[in-house]
């Protein structure tokens, strides 16, 4: 009877003990990446090229242009596309038997080049700081905030004045910053948009940004004024900074960034 | 055109290339989440005894030791809330480990049941009237002598250089855009390959590698276009990196990086296929998202790799078989 007991604990122990079996990484769990597209100039005055760098022949990288999301049917996108009007375009690769990527969206947009020379009220953080110029290069800064395409500030308010050549007409201007709030960066709250004309008069117009809501991903943000035709001599954009970084992030309480790379005339 | 360079082994998926192929193991070191959470798992080591250690900044177990089959063997460790850098150094027979901490800002070694031996705080004596010193110390790298260089990548962007007593002796390196300064000295390493043992610290964001002497006299900088690398590990002949972002800086767009012994990309798991153009390597992208933001690598005495993450939705680290 002893025996029979020891047999039935030992058996009963044999067939509870689990086989440890790794769990391997499968190719229908795959997810492709994210398609790599580049833009030759994200703001252009006549045209622009939108390079689309294929991983694999067996990828397919699906292309849209009505802000609708790609799916396996809309259109191929070839190596590069022609671009001459301000648009949203979407991208996705797919592949048989593979999770297909996330979309990546290219904004391509149209602005004229204008001669016009730059004051700013305040310099920008000295590590951030490449020259005025890089305002109206028209060369749109990529992820990385330390490039030389950047303005960084934390300071709640910058001014930047433009002296415009005789006889220019303006429909509005676009402020082109980033939101990348890992790295505290974050949405200005306001832009005003000032003219000044030639008899001493001006004129006034605001955007207000309710922007500081929590966002994951990193965004390009173009705010965006348009105002009916105007003559003005010298134009003011004004953009406010939050003045603090909200309660829900790490950095709460502190001085929030504000990094601009561009500021076009409509 | 860039490749993937991928495989299949039936359903199973292969990443990387050349001599450095893996499969992936997704649910090693599973843990129960209640008991043993982590939060973000920043680095990993392997111990004399063949065990895997990992520092995460979930306070509730700071340090969690495996087997290498991803059995739990043991945790401590409840004050290190900034848990980041994690270093062993084998002092007269025993193992020691360094750790950094982010928000406590110091430097502290301990024995491998968790027993404080010295902490290293800010240093003293460089701020100035209108600086106080800014001291978020990311890695350390311990050489034979007992000197500890402590890259502080999130703070002043110094490699600081302590005697194996906690006492101060130099510091190089320091903010900008020369060759022998940083933005985001994140990582440290000794390179004793070549027979002489030189520093070998990350420039994240510029994307770069660079070599300085013990000393601290800057020799040369290794380019890896598109990768936002973590510390350089060396492992037999080759470097071994995890890269938390790449190509224009995406999040969840991670992959590994490993260089051969003349520091040329070789392979990249969850990337494409390295390209070189001369000398100069194209620019670096994921292929797959195997990895969301790997943090660092621990390649153990099998020559598999344990990958930790950062911001990865508080999972423990994958393992990649080399086939």
């Known amino acids: 009877m002893r025996y029979l007991i020891v047999i039935i604990i030992l058996a009963s122990w044999g067939c509870n003990k689990k086989t440890q079996k790794s769990i391997y990484l499968q190719k229908s769990n795959t997810t492709l990446s994210t398609p790599s597209i580049s833009v030759d100039e994200a703001f252009f005055d006549i045209r622009t090229l939108i390079r689309v760098d294929n991983v694999d022949p067996k990828i397919d990288i699906r292309h849209t242009i009505d802000e609708t999301e790609p799916t396996q049917n809309s259109p191929l996108a070839k190596n590069h596309i022609i671009v001459s009007e301000t648009g949203i375009h979407k991208f996705k690769a797919f592949q048989k038997g593979v999770k297909y990527s996330n979309t990546v969206t290219v904004e391509a947009i149209e602005a004229r080049k204008v001669n016009w020379i730059g004051l700013v009220s305040n310099d920008p953080n000295q590590n951030y700081n ?137 | 055109m860039y490749l993937a360079g ?39 080591v392997q111990d004399s005894k063949g065990r895997i250690i990992l520092l995460t900044n979930n306070t509730k177990n700071n340090v969690i030791i495996y087997n290498k089959d991803g059995k739990l063997i043991e945790t401590w460790g409840n004050k290190y809330p900034g848990a980041h850098g994690l270093t062993i150094k084998n002092e007269g027979g025993e193992d020691f480990l360094y750790i950094t901490d982010t928000e406590k800002s110091f430097v ?16 003293s004596g460089f701020d100035t009237a209108d600086n106080k010193l800014n001291f978020v110390p990311t890695e350390t790298a311990i050489v034979e002598n007992g000197d500890i260089y402590i ?32 933005y985001n000295c994140h990582g440290v390493a000794i390179d004793e390959r070549s027979g002489i043992p030189r520093i070998l610290v990350t420039a994240r964001e510029k994307n770069q590698l660079k ?19 973590c510390r350089p590990v060396i492992h037999e002949e080759n470097i071994f990196l995890a890269t938390i972002w790449s ?49 660092d690598v621990c390649v153990d005495d099998d020559e598999n790799i344990y990958v930790p993450q950062w911001n990865a939705g508080q999972v423990y680290p994958m393992k990649l078989i080399r086939v």
């Open chain 2, 247 to 295: 190509g224009d800086k995406g999040d969840n767009t991670g992959f590994i990086s490993i260089l051969d012994k003349d520091n040329k990309l070789v392979s990249a798991p969850g990337g494409r296929v390295p390209q070189y153009e001369g000398s100069k390597l194209k620019k670096m992208t994921q292929a797959y998202q195997v990895f969301k933001h790997p943090h």
């Open chain 2, 211 to 229: 070599y300085f002497t013990t000393s601290g006299v800057y020799e040369s900088t290794i380019e890896l276009p598109g990768a936002y690398i």
């Open chain 2, 108 to 123: 502290v070694k301990t024995t491998l049941c968790g027993r404080e031996i010295m902490k290293i705080n800010r240093p």
């Open chain 1, 130 to 266: 490449s020259g005025i110029g890089v305002l109206t290069d028209h060369k749109k800064g990529d992820w990385n905030f330390r490039s030389d395409e950047w303005y960084g500030y934390q300071d709640s308010i910058v001014k930047f004045s433009f002296t415009l050549e005789e006889g220019e007409v303006i429909n509005g201007a676009i402020v082109s910053s980033m939101i990348d709030q890992n790295s505290w960066i974050f949405s200005p709250v306001n832009v005003s948009l000032n003219y000044h004309f030639e008899d001493g008069t001006k004129e006034n117009h605001e955007l207000s940004i309710s922007d500081c809501m929590v966002q994951s991903e990193k965004q390009m943000n173009y705010l965006k004024i348009t105002t009916p035709p105007r003559y003005p001599n010298r134009i003011d954009v004004i953009v406010y900074n939050m003045l603090s970084i909200p309660d829900w992030h790490p950095g709460k309480g502190l001085k929030p960034w504000l990094f601009v790379d561009e500021i076009l005339i409509l």
């Open chain 2, 6 to 44: 991928y495989t299949f082994v039936g359903d199973d998926l292969i990443i990387g290339h050349g001599d450095f192929k893996y499969k992936v193991i997704v649910d090693w070191g599973n843990l129960d989440k209640l008991t043993t959470p982590v939060s973000d798992c920043h680095e990993m």
């Open chain 2, 151 to 182: 890259a502080d990548g999130y703070g002043s962007q110094y490699i600081y250089i302590y005697d194996q007593n906690g006492r101060l002796k130099s510091r190089f390196g320091g903010p900008g855009k020369e060759d022998d300064q940083f």
